[in-house]
Structures are given as structure tokens and as C-alpha cells.
């Protein structure tokens, strides 16, 4: 599979040759879609919670005589079908929303993301990328060179340099590729890669 190879400006200088057991796989919209819905479901946490009828605040006191109203009978206002009742199957803190994917699947999933982004032309190579200093507005004076807006960016190794000056710009992430993940990978419109990232990219998807 050949990538564009960007120079400085942003413009496609040469092609690169990249594994086509990576960048050439096949699209599986059904697999891309489980390991997004995956990812962000073991990144949910469970704060949320509800009160059962034993825990809502009320009086115990029955609300109203049993017969001769023409209500149906009522023993205590937490009950689930009343107004500020409890719930019947409240959510608790602890509930797990954690979903299971075998590795093998992540691994295709993953190399198919790619390989779509390198179909549609959001995906390309660079030789490397660093900064001199951590200095926010030199990382962006070179995006904005190569005519980059949103970007997602895996390096092989993100210094201290790179990292400092990355993490103030909004739609700009920059990252190792072992937290390369497929949500932030559909997210940005521009992917750049290293070239020694592919290398390592191989290894981990292949």
C-alpha cells in the first residue's frame, strides 16, 4: 500500500511503501463499529445511581384509607408507581458497562481503520516530527504551514518538548502508538505518521 510521503509544507514530496497487512486491509464497517462502541464503553465509569423504594425519603404513614375511595389501594407513597417513588431496578454506582474484545478482533479492527483512512486520503507519513523547544505556538506555526486543522498524530516517541507544545492546541493530539485508539482515529480528519511508527504500527496490527 503506498502513502503519501508529506514534506514540511504539507505537500505530498514521494510515496511511501507501507505494509499492506496494515494499510491494505479490507473495510468491516460491522468490526470498526463494535471496537468504537467497545472503547467507550470500558471508558465509562459508573457514577450514576438511583434510590429503590427503601431508600427514598417518605413516611411510612398509608396515604389514604384503603376502601370507599375509588383509588386503588395504597400502603406507602415510595412506592414505584407513585410520584418521587423509588425505582425498581435503580442504577447503582457499581454497574459495570465494561464490553470484552478478543485481541485478534482489535488487532483487524484496528488495521482496517487505517487501511480506510489511507483509502479516503486522510492518512499520510512523515519523515519525523519535533519541536526545538516546548513552545505551543512553533508546533502550530508548522501545521498551520503544512494546512492542518485538525490532526491526529502517531509518533514513535512524543519527548517532553513535543508533548508540552501539543497539549494546549484543541484539535491537535499527539500520541505513541500503543494509545493510538479507533475513536480518536475516526475523530480527526488528518492522520500523520512517522515513519518509524509504521514499523511499530506493524508489529502491533499486523
Known sequence: ME???LNEQGQAAS?????ETVFGRAYNEDLIHQIVVAYQANARQGTRAQKDREQVKHSTKKPFKQKGTGR???GMTSSPLWRGGGRIFPNLPDENFSQKINKKMYRAGMASIFSQLAREGRLAVVESLKVDSPKTKQLAAKFKAMNLESVLVIAEEV???LYLASRNLANVLVVEPRY??????VH???VLVTKAAVDKLKEMFA
Open 159 to 161: 519527548d517532553e518538548n
Open 3 to 5: 502513502l503519501e510521503l
Open 180 to 185: 493510538a485508539d479507533p475513536v480518536s482515529l
Open 188 to 190: 480527526y480528519k488528518k
Open 72 to 74: 386503588a389501594r395504597a
Open 15 to 19: 510515496k511511501y511503501d507501507a505494509p
